[in-house]
T-cell receptor, first 111, second 114 residues
Framework: AQTVTQSQPEMSVQEAETVTLSCTYD???????LFWYKQPPSRQMILVIR??????QNATENRFSVNFQKAAKSFSLKISDSQLGDAAMYFC????????FGTGTRLKVLA | DTGVSQDPRHKITKRGQNVTFRCDPI?????LYWYRQTLGQGPEFLTY????????KSRLLSDRFSAERPKGSFSTLEIQRTEQGDSAMYLC????????????FGSGTRLTVV
């Protein structure tokens, strides 16, 4: 069965500091994608960053970057220069068109 | 385009009643998905459409659940004879075919069965 595991239910980071959220996955697919989604309180889920599994180069989007280790099936998200607006639930997801989501990590940003 | 719209935002219903939710995807997107999210969990896949064809249904989708996308545009998700365990956030998302760039999600419909 395909699984996505986020082992950190909650993380805190000081404003302007860097934080890394962990995600491991298991899949039988040969071609797949990995995603991080952000879900602010009572707001819709938005895509933060996307990684194509066949590409070794780690994806980056402004302050957000990933560390993709395909052999280890690890896909962590690094947020640099954290801002108050980064506070949200973060979900890791794996798949192609149909995704398996992890249980999420709640990120708190401390002023 | 205003993104993915879901209606209603909230629904409270008595156990045993039927409910129907609507999703309007981004107009250029021909794939539409329904997910369910319970408290403290990530979204779980229910079903998806490509145009008007329902291509896959999860085993989570019991025979009390039915989804349609009659003209390949908006979609409806109906739950018959609701149970308390159906209480959840029902999320709709859409995407294009071709390379997978991820979903655009709607704001969801929160269902409470009392």
């Amino acid at each position: 069965a395909q699984t996505v595991t986020q082992s950190q239910p909650e993380m805190s980071v000081q404003e302007a500091e860097t934080v890394t959220l962990s995600c491991t996955y298991d899949t039988s697919e040969s071609d797949y994608y990995l995603f991080w989604y952000k879900q602010p309180p009572s707001r819709q889920m938005i895509l933060v960053i996307r990684q194509e599994a066949y590409k070794q180069q780690n994806a980056t989007e402004n302050r957000f970057s990933v560390n993709f280790q395909k052999a280890a099936k690890s896909f962590s998200l690094k947020i640099s220069d954290s801002q108050l607006g980064d506070a949200a639930m973060y979900f890791c997801a794996s798949g192609t068109y149909k995704y398996i989501f992890g249980t999420g990590t709640r990120l708190k940003v401390l002023a | 385009d205003t993104g993915v719209s879901q209606d209603p935002r909230h629904k409270i219903t008595k156990r045993g009643q039927n409910v129907t939710f609507r999703c309007d995807p981004i107009s250029e997107h021909n794939r539409l998905y329904w997910y369910r999210q319970t408290l403290g969990q990530g979204p779980e896949f229910l079903t998806y459409f490509q145009n008007e064809a329902q291509l896959e249904k999860s085993r989570l989708l019991s025979d009390r659940f039915s989804a349609e996308r009659p003209k390949g545009s908006f979609s409806t998700l109906e739950i018959q004879r609701t149970e308390q365990g159906d209480s959840a956030m029902y999320l709709c998302a859409s995407s294009q075919t071709g390379e997978d760039y991820g979903y655009t999600f709607g704001s969801g419909t929160r269902l409470t069965v009392v």
